[in-house]
């Protein structure tokens, strides 16, 4: 009798267990337009500092509520969304609370004081309790440290860039203390420990991380091939850098060369190039957003898969197997973000081509419906290390449209184009398996359902895309080369001369 008994009790629980986990879900991601404070250079008192956050915290509100009336499981919110930037290590000070270990187990909502003066995790766990939905968002963590620590700060505390998870009875279930710190946030501290954060949930397994920290390997890959996390949940500030770092394009390509879903929340700042919001499956974008001429906030809303089944690419397996295209065009060198890229100029209405830099040979096949005039477009091959504004090893094969009929300007910001293609095939002879594949059309827009990627390594269009090209690129990442190179570099993110120089492209919770 007991042991049917136990054998009734594991297939109830079994069955309980499918029955309350979802295939599908409904996420959100909130592009807010933040209320900055008046000054980030003059301390202010915590009042101050809460009141403006409320104020931060009230239009969120408005985002949450209405995304779980919705019926959203979760909802993303940017990094920096609740206090702004431009901070230094004193002036960000009275905006810090104490974010405690989520082993805890505690709902601000419910119990407020428990970790001393805590309001913005006390609100927003309640915004996530009153209206049942998962909350994210960004805030900072302090942590004092004495004389005995000898990484303590003269200071005697530390300050993170945070992101914390509010599950949907307002319980703190991730806490993330960002690791990759872009140049200039001098307002926190690196943690000691490189932290791999997930929450499950019944619909799906997630992992977090923040802006900057995309670039690198850890924790963004090892979350996604240790952990084996189904999504992504990603707080940023991200300002957009063309032709291959915009927000919406960057971002929606790694879902795909990743093979997760991913949710970015962005801050919406025009003045600061700073828009791009999405909601990206590893098949194609389920939502998506790019506004550079309103100063409103947007939710997006849609429904995802909870897991998926990784489809392997092998991304070198087509471009080593055929034969460079010949052609009698000249090969040209052109900047692309401080990169000196290796270009051959597209003169034809169709044509095959193929470029190479060191390692790395790029295959392009395409047709053009009409080759306008005005306009130029090039295929460039870059591999080697990128050292300005942060040091990482590149593989890129890129498709572009000229900034001006000048070729020097190939790999400049370009933001509209009026040639149209009917098809391309891109391919590359990476050394990585980090590949990441971008498709960005005219008025920088995103084209769902309009590509592919095959197993073995082609970019290639499904139809004639909808809109002009942009760029047609696949950014490929080899993250063991970073440390390698780096010291050996004449120039790099820490290099103070170099630095003073060159104007901030990309922004992740930056501070001048």
Avoid at 161 to 169: E, L, M, P
């Amino acid at each position: 009798i007991t042991s049917q008994l136990l054998a009734f009790v594991a297939i109830l629980v079994s069955c309980v267990l499918k029955v309350s986990s979802l295939d599908t879900f409904i996420a959100a991601v909130y592009e807010h337009a933040v209320i900055l404070p008046n000054t980030a250079v003059i301390p202010v008192s915590h009042e101050e500092a809460l009141a403006l956050m409320n104020q931060n915290l009230d239009l969120l509100e408005t985002a949450i509520t209405s995304a779980a009336k919705q019926g959203a499981h979760i909802i993303v919110t940017p990094e920096d969304g609740i206090y702004g930037w431009n901070f230094t290590r004193e002036t960000i000070y009275p905006y810090l609370e104490d974010i405690p270990d989520p082993e805890v187990n505690w709902i601000p909502c419910n119990n407020p004081n428990r970790f001393g003066h805590t309001p913005v995790q006390e609100r927003l766990s309640c915004l996530a309790k009153d209206n049942s939905i998962y909350v994210v968002a960004n805030i900072g963590d302090k942590k004092p440290c004495n004389a005995s620590d000898p990484q303590c700060p003269p200071d005697g505390r530390y300050q993170y860039n945070t992101d914390v998870v509010f599950d949907s009875q307002g319980k703190l279930v991730a806490r993330y203390h960002k690791h990759n710190l872009f140049m200039g946030e001098s307002q926190f501290n690196v943690p000691k420990k490189l932290e791999v954060i997930t929450f499950d949930t019944i619909f799906g397994r997630f992992g977090i991380f923040t802006c900057f920290d995309i670039l690198f390997h850890d924790p963004a890959v090892t979350l996604v091939e240790d952990f084996h996390v189904d999504t992504i949940v990603f707080p940023t500030a991200w300002m957009n850098v063309l032709p291959h770092l915009s927000a919406i394009e960057f971002h929606s390509a790694w879902a795909v060369g990743m093979g997760v879903n991913f949710l970015a929340a962005n801050i919406h700042h025009p003045q600061k190039r700073m828009t791009g919001s999405g909601i990206y499956a590893p098949d194609s974008p389920r939502a998506f957003h790019y506004d550079m001429k309103t100063m409103e906030g947007k939710l997006l809303i849609s429904r995802l898969n909870s897991s998926h089944h990784p489809v392997m690419v092998n991304w070198t397996s087509y471009a080593s197997n055929i034969k460079a295209f010949s052609t009698a065009n000249q090969e040209f060198k052109s900047t692309v973000f401080f990169d000196e890229f290796t270009f051959l100029e597209l003169t034809r209405v169709t044509g095959n081509y193929t470029v190479c830099q060191k390692e790395l040979c790029c295959h392009l096949s395409y047709k053009m419906s009409e080759k306008k005039p005005d306009e130029v477009y090039a295929l460039g091959a870059f591999d080697g290390l990128h050292v300005v504004e942060g040091t990482y090893y590149l593989q890129i094969c890129t498709l572009l449209k000229c900034k001006t009929l000048n070729l020097s300007t190939c790999g400049a910001a370009v933001e509209t184009a009026s040639s149209r293609f009917e098809m391309f095939s891109l391919s590359g002879t990476f050394g990585t398996r980090y590949v990441f594949p971008e498709v960005l059309l005219s008025d920088s827009q995103l084209a769902p359902g309009e590509f592919q990627v095959s197993s073995d390594g082609r970019l290639f269009s499904v139809k004639p895309p909808s809109a002009p090209i942009l760029t047609v690129t696949l950014f490929g990442r080899l993250y063991e080369k970073d440390s390698i190179l780096k010291a050996s570099s004449n120039l790099g993110a820490h290099a103070p001369g170099v630095m003073l120089g060159v104007v901030a492209l990309i922004v992740c919770s930056f501070s001048w």
